[in-house]
């Protein structure tokens, strides 16, 4: 099927957060629905594609990431221009990376649109007995925010599919 032919929209996102929180990893999981476990640090890459149905028009979401550009105010205003939605991570097993997502919601909101939509997404949930920042902190954290919240792992696929689809949602 030729999605490219009766595509309605495409949303662009893009997804950012520390480095090793799984930002690749997640992206990865949803556009092609596995795992990649070879992958080092990004390199190169700009963006994947996949093309969904959301409420019955045909939506290619172009998902942004980062290319291993994760140092603070590296990330370059290009990156942000037009993006619709955000998925902004944090490891659920090294609490800097959860205080370090106020300082990437203001690189947010200096750079992208008010309107843009933002996920809070806690990744790593596979690794329970390694947790360190607990749900309710990040629960709390995001309602004061006005954020979307999930706790995915991009290991097990968990939550991953549904993170993404609800961002993409709210965008339409
Ligand atoms: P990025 O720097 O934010 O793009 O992080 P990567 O996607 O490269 O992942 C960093 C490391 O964390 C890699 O070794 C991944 O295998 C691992 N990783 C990513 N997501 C998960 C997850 O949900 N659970 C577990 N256990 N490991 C993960
Ligand atoms: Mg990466």
Same mark, same amino acid.
């Given at each position: 099927?030729?999605?490219?032919?009766?595509?309605?929209?495409?949303?662009?996102?893009?997804?950012?957060?520390?480095?090793?929180?799984?930002?690749?990893?997640?992206?990865?999981?949803?556009?092609?629905?596995?795992?990649?476990?070879?992958?080092?640090?990004?390199?190169?890459?700009?963006?994947?594609? *996949?093309? &969904?149905?959301? $409420?019955?028009? =045909?939506?290619? #979401?172009?998902?942004?990431?980062?290319?291993?550009? @994760?140092?603070?105010?590296?990330?370059?205003?290009?990156?942000?221009?037009?993006?619709?939605?955000?998925?902004?991570?944090?490891?659920?097993?090294?609490?800097?990376?959860?205080?370090?997502?106020?300082?990437?919601?203001?690189?947010?909101?200096?750079?992208?649109?008010?309107?843009?939509?933002?996920?809070?997404?806690?990744?790593?949930?596979?690794?329970?007995?390694? *947790?360190? &920042?607990?749900? $309710?902190?990040? =629960?709390?954290? #995001?309602?004061?925010?006005?954020?979307?919240?999930? @706790?995915?792992?991009?290991?097990?696929?968990?939550?991953?599919?549904?993170?993404?689809?609800?961002?993409?949602?709210?965008?339409?």
């Amino acid at each position: 099927e030729n999605h490219e032919e009766k595509r309605d929209y495409v949303f662009k996102a893009v997804v950012i957060g520390d480095s090793a929180v799984g930002k690749t990893h997640l992206l990865s999981w949803f556009t092609k629905n596995k795992f990649c476990f070879d992958s080092k640090s990004t390199i190169g890459v700009e963006f994947q594609t *996949r093309t &969904v149905t959301i $409420e019955g028009k =045909v939506v290619t #979401a172009q998902i942004w990431d980062t290319a291993g550009q @994760e140092r603070y105010r590296a990330v370059t205003s290009a990156y942000y221009r037009g993006a619709m939605g955000a998925m902004l991570l944090y490891d659920i097993t090294k609490r800097p990376t959860f205080d370090h997502v106020a300082r990437w919601l203001e690189e947010l909101r200096a750079h992208a649109d008010n309107s843009i939509v933002i996920t809070l997404i806690g990744n790593k949930a596979d690794l329970v007995d390694q *947790r360190v &920042v607990p749900t $309710e902190d990040a =629960v709390e954290f #995001a309602e004061n925010q006005g954020l979307f919240f999930s @706790e995915t792992s991009a290991l097990s696929g968990d939550n991953v599919d549904r993170a993404f689809f609800r961002l993409l949602e709210e965008i339409y």
